[in-house]
């Protein structure tokens, strides 16, 4: 929602999955619209709520999860005991076919047609477009087909960082609300050689969709992420940490100017991905959008911003407000009511040393905090989520007990396909 709309999720409400992107905040889609382009969206985007458009003209494949809270999941069968973000799910990771998996093919084949579509309307009437292809995997449950999974069977090797045996008191809470104070050998093993499994079989849909637009003029093809994986390092799994493990995500540009195989050492977020977009389409600006477009910003040193505000999946965590800045090399992680932590990672790549009581670093460490609190107020924010997650219980018990049709989102065509394979 940060990417779509330019505002950080303090700004827009929308702290947790459960959350409804109001429909008066403008997206990229709108701004675009503007400006002349064609939008679609292709797959998942997490919407919740009754719209599902937010500015795109058309959305052709839906959600593969619900659109409401409390809306369930999608049936998986044998394999729901893998589905989840606790600890447990994890021993139940390998071989297999998922729906969710399935979900990816079909988004892939409607992007491909959405494309052939659009590349046909520009021929004739020259108006540009833009689609969003928004793929599910990789994704718990953690199993891929077995192709996939033997691939890197015998070459993903164990995590390399091990868990701190001193560990700041919000990655204790999260590490015991997920039950991951002990995750078998075994089960980590599986985990991670089929979340490598899951990526293969990404980078190939990924790759044919990259294939039918390569060659065209003028055209702009962008992959990036919404988060990254712990997969184990440090003994942590999944998002909801600000270490790099977890926040840091992809990103591959091929645009005009663009020379092939450059890399960009500056430090952005998806804001700024969004404001280039908008700059390379000359679009509106979005109101209050932070980002700066990355064709113009020289500065490696501004401030990027990151946050979690507590919970997941069937993870259960009171509210939190954690949020954390990055400034050049430094990373000033921020836990409300907590101490929080400063990482150096030029001198420090895999965040090792906290350098909150360093001296040498109370300055800048200040500076990072009176930055931190700009425009972002926990305590207003503690009072926010307390109203929210009492409108939201109703919600979902209203959705549970009645009848709510989803009419946007995907379901399986063969949901007989989840199982796991020998």
């Not at 924010?381 to 109203?387: G, K």
Request: hydrophobic content about 35%; some cysteine; aromatic content about 8%.
């Amino acid at each position: 929602m940060a990417f779509l709309t330019g505002l950080e999720p303090h700004e827009t409400g929308v702290l947790t999955n459960d959350d409804f992107l109001p429909s008066d905040i403008p997206t990229i889609a709108h701004a675009l619209a503007l400006s002349g382009y064609d939008c679609r969206l292709v797959g998942r985007m997490h919407f919740s709520g009754p719209d599902q458009l937010h500015g795109f003209a058309q959305r052709p494949i839906g959600d593969v999860g619900p659109t409401w809270p409390g809306a369930g999941p999608p049936d998986i069968g044998p394999l729901t005991q893998g589905r989840g973000n606790r600890g447990p799910e994890l021993l139940h990771s390998g071989a297999g076919e998922t729906s969710y998996q399935a979900y990816d093919h079909a988004v892939t084949e409607q992007a491909l047609r959405t494309l052939q579509d659009l590349r046909t309307q520009r021929a004739d009437t020259g108006r540009p477009f833009f689609v969003l292809i928004s793929l599910f995997c990789p994704h718990p449950p953690y199993i891929a087909r077995r192709d996939d999974y033997d691939r890197f069977a015998d070459i993903v090797l164990p995590p390399r960082l091990p868990p701190p045996e001193i560990e700041h008191p919000a990655i204790a809470a999260w590490r015991r609300a997920g039950g991951i104070m002990d995750v078998p050998p075994d089960a980590t093993a599986k985990s991670r050689i089929a979340y490598y499994g899951l990526v293969a079989m990404i980078d190939r849909l990924v790759g044919r969709i990259d294939d039918a637009i390569k060659e065209d003029a003028n055209t702009v093809s962008i992959y990036c992420s919404d988060h990254g994986e712990c997969l184990g390092e440090r003994g942590l799994w999944w998002k909801s940490v600000f270490y790099d493990e977890s926040a840091k995500v992809p990103l591959i540009i091929r645009a005009p100017g663009f020379s092939e195989g450059t890399v960009d050492h500056r430090v952005t977020s998806l804001i700024d991905l969004s404001a280039t977009l908008l700059g390379w389409a000359n679009a509106p600006v979005l109101p209050s959008h932070t980002g700066r477009d990355l064709r113009q910003l020289e500065s490696s040193t501004r401030h990027i911003s990151s946050s979690y505000y507590g919970g997941l999946m069937n993870i259960e965590l009171p509210p939190v407000r954690h949020r954390m800045i990055r400034q050049g090399s430094l990373k000033l992680s921020w836990y409300d009511g907590m101490r929080p932590q400063l990482f150096d990672l030029e001198e420090d790549p895999d965040e090792l040393r906290d350098l909150h009581d360093d001296p040498s670093h109370f300055d800048i460490q200040a500076e990072m905090v009176q930055q931190l609190f700009r425009r972002w107020n926990p305590s207003r924010l503690a009072a926010w989520q307390n109203s929210k997650r009492a409108r939201t219980a109703l919600i979902r018990e209203w959705v549970q007990k009645g009848s709510i049709e989803e009419p946007s989102r995907w379901r399986d065509p063969n949901p007989g396909r989840n199982r796991y394979e020998d």
